[in-house]
């Protein structure tokens, strides 16, 4: 869904109107990937950070994914960036089995991935209040 994201992106970004906007000197707003950190420590730990580098994206990651990024990042294999990602993408959909049920799987991460924010959000707030008080 990245991919389809992407490129929905990239559509909207010819769009005349889209286009008259930005010769007026508007700015993009880019796509973000956000939390990109890999959670199983058995998958690459740029699995997230390698695939879906593009052109005008924004990616959040913490600090150790960021200095992986820049020990040993390669963004060759982006799946974004081929022209041919959107078909790879379709495709690779096309291959989960029957039970797999996309949007249920989609609202899952959403919700866990709110959660993680809401979590770290309500964390930097504490910390923020602790350095208040013991000024």
């Not at 508007?26 to 420590?41: F, G, M, V, Y």
């Amino acid at each position: 869904q990245v991919a389809e994201a992407y490129h929905t992106f990239l559509a909207f970004l010819q769009e005349p109107e889209t286009v008259a906007l930005l010769e007026a000197g508007a700015q993009i707003q880019r796509p973000l990937w956000a939390s990109t950190s890999t959670k199983n420590p058995s998958y690459h730990d740029l699995l997230y950070v390698d695939k879906i580098v593009a052109r005008d994206t924004v990616n959040t990651m913490p600090d150790a994914t960021f200095a992986a990024t820049l020990d040993h990042g390669s963004f060759e294999d982006s799946l974004l960036a081929s022209p041919t990602s959107i078909d790879v993408a379709r495709a690779a959909l096309e291959q989960l089995p029957d039970d797999v049920n996309l949007d249920e799987v989609t609202d899952q991460l959403e919700r866990d991935g709110v959660a993680s924010f809401v979590s770290s959000y309500g964390d930097l707030l504490e910390l923020v209040a602790a350095k208040l008080a013991a000024s």
